[in-house]
């Protein structure tokens, strides 16, 4: 018995991943264009992934450079800048499962763990109004599997009573290293490369409950 749902943000309750993809590429927007793509893929495929190790896997693994701590922030901050106030358009949320929220909120105890920062995941549910649907909201520096590792903890959740929804290996991985069931959505690559539960439609989804 489902009593617990804990959501990844981005590609799940809000069709961000354009703008956020966009983003990069007008960051570094002053780099080798093809060098710019290779991070584009590995943004594309580590969808739950935060930006901070995007940034330092751009500097380390593609460009074979080194970048301080301060210098990834500084990357993070100017990130911020652009996609934060664009994010916070209604017109992002993904109405079938703003519907799902919306009608279970009070039935299901609902958290949102996310790669996203959590100073603009928290700005983005407040102007979307809609951080009043989760007991928390919780996002990056913290990495996925510990946050969802303390929020079982904190709130003496049973596993099996315990999902996590999600659109990417990534959130796969943090379910699974917690000893969760993991739901997949809004991406197909996700059920062809993992033997997980895939959600077609939250309408479906609410019915089988």
Same mark, same amino acid.
């Given at each position: 018995?489902?009593?617990?749902?804990?959501?990844?943000?981005?590609?799940? =309750?809000?069709?961000?991943?354009?703008?956020?993809? &966009?983003? +990069? #590429?007008?960051?570094?927007?002053? +780099?080798?264009?093809?060098?710019?793509?290779?991070?584009? &893929?590995?943004?594309?495929? %580590?969808?739950?992934?935060? #930006?901070? /190790?995007? =940034? &330092?896997?751009?500097?380390?693994? =593609? !460009?074979?450079?080194?970048?301080?701590?301060?210098?990834?922030?500084?990357?993070?901050?100017?990130?911020?800048?652009?996609?934060?106030?664009?994010?916070?358009?209604?017109?992002? /949320?993904?109405?079938?499962?703003?519907?799902?929220?919306?009608?279970?909120?009070?039935?299901?105890?609902?958290?949102?763990?996310?790669?996203?920062?959590?100073?603009?995941? !928290?700005?983005?549910?407040?102007? !979307?109004?809609? %951080?009043?649907?989760?007991?928390?909201?919780?996002?990056?520096?913290?990495?996925?599997?510990?946050?969802?590792?303390?929020?079982?903890?904190?709130?003496?959740?049973?596993?099996?009573?315990?999902?996590?929804?999600?659109?990417?290996?990534?959130?796969?991985?943090?379910?699974?290293? %917690?000893?969760?069931?993991?739901?997949?959505? %809004?991406?197909?690559?996700?059920?062809?490369?993992?033997?997980?539960?895939?959600?077609?439609?939250?309408?479906?989804?609410?019915?089988? /409950?």
């Amino acid at each position: 018995m489902i009593k617990n749902i804990i959501f990844d943000f981005d590609g799940v =309750i809000l069709d961000s991943v354009p703008v956020k993809t &966009e983003a +990069f #590429r007008r960051l570094f927007d002053a +780099f080798d264009n093809k060098l710019v793509e290779q991070l584009i &893929e590995y943004h594309l495929e %580590n969808g739950g992934k935060s #930006r901070y /190790l995007k =940034i &330092e896997y751009f500097f380390v693994e =593609i !460009l074979n450079k080194s970048i301080s701590q301060e210098e990834i922030l500084k990357y993070a901050n100017k990130y911020s800048e652009i996609t934060k106030e664009e994010l916070s358009n209604s017109k992002y /949320l993904i109405q079938e499962v703003l519907n799902f929220i919306k009608n279970n909120h009070k039935k299901y105890n609902m958290h949102v763990a996310s790669g996203a920062d959590e100073e603009d995941l !928290l700005y983005i549910c407040e102007q !979307l109004n809609i %951080n009043q649907y989760f007991l928390s909201i919780y996002g990056s520096p913290a990495v996925k599997n510990q946050i969802v590792s303390n929020l079982l903890l904190e709130n003496q959740y049973d596993t099996n009573e315990t999902i996590l929804i999600g659109d990417s290996k990534n959130d796969y991985d943090a379910a699974y290293e %917690n000893g969760i069931n993991f739901y997949g959505y %809004n991406n197909k690559n996700i059920s062809n490369i993992i033997n997980t539960n895939y959600i077609e439609s939250f309408t479906a989804f609410e019915k089988s /409950l």
